[in-house]
């Protein structure tokens, strides 16, 4: 059986004099595509700018990445003053991309900004400042290493989350966003001790987004959600090619 085929959205670098002479970059952290491709993946990169919607023919899944806030014209909210970084070129098209996909039953696994991304896709809203909009006992941008353990997740056991890892999960966490109202078609399944929205996922099929950044933490739970989004892909790609 071929392997499964899976776009990986990228974001936009302006570049820097030491590499490629200040010109800009599309790029990605290499730890989604290593993580895809442990498991069985084959990842092929999104550059941003035009939907080009018909990648998805060719696809079997979807990872939605992270990356900047989401502008938040998408949800109908003025600019907050301490509003991210924004990139209306990826946000043009990630947002048709989530809703197509989702529409077409692909599988999606949408990671941090990702969750984001597709809560606001379906018609969700966000924090825009967590820290001034939602202030609370727990940092959601820790100072430490990447791979930390920063704040335990609990998990609905009545979800496909849920199946796939142990009821509270330590997590890392360095998000300025995060899920304010939850799109219809999607449902809250993980949240953080202070009562945050950490994980949503689909009424059907696979589609998982998370707020923490899995690809960068050990231990098998994290290794789990790239194992079953890619065996999810595997068995749609199987009947598309039989
Ligand atoms: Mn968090």
């Known amino acids: 059986m071929s392997r499964p085929l899976i776009g990986v959205t990228t974001q936009r670098h302006p570049g820097t004099e030491a590499v ?3 010109r800009p970059l599309y790029y990605v952290s290499h730890e989604y595509a290593d993580r895809l491709r442990d498991v069985g993946g084959v990842p092929l990169l999104l550059p941003p700018g035009a939907p080009e919607l018909e990648v998805l023919e060719h696809l079997d899944g979807v990872l939605f990445t992270g990356g900047e ?5 998408h949800f109908a909210q003025a600019p907050h003053p301490r509003l991210g970084t924004v990139d209306a070129a990826r946000d043009a098209q990630e947002l048709p991309l ?3 996909a ?12 990702g969750v984001q991304l ?3 896709a379906l018609g969700g809203s966000l924090y825009q400042d967590l820290p001034s909009e939602r202030p609370g006992a727990i940092a959601h941008d820790q100072p430490g290493a990447v791979d930390e353990e920063s704040h335990a997740v609990e998990v609905a056991s009545a979800s496909m989350l849920g199946s796939l890892v142990p009821a509270s999960l330590q997590v890392n966490s360095f998000h300025h966003q995060a899920v304010r109202d939850v799109a219809p078609g999607l449902r809250a399944v993980g949240w953080s001790p202070d009562g945050l929205i950490e994980a949503l996922e689909g009424h059907e099929g696979w589609v998982l987004g998370v707020q923490w950044h899995p690809e960068l933490m050990p231990g098998e739970s994290h290794t789990a959600l790239f194992r079953a989004f890619v065996a999810a892909c595997a068995a749609r790609r199987a009947p598309a090619r039989a």
């Open 20 to 22: 490629k002479r200040g």
């Open 69 to 73: 806030d989401v502008a938040p014209v």
């Open 98 to 100: 989530a809703r197509a």
């Open 102 to 113: 989702v529409a077409r039953g692909l599988p999606v696994f949408a990671i941090c900004r």
């Open 118 to 120: 597709l809560n606001v």
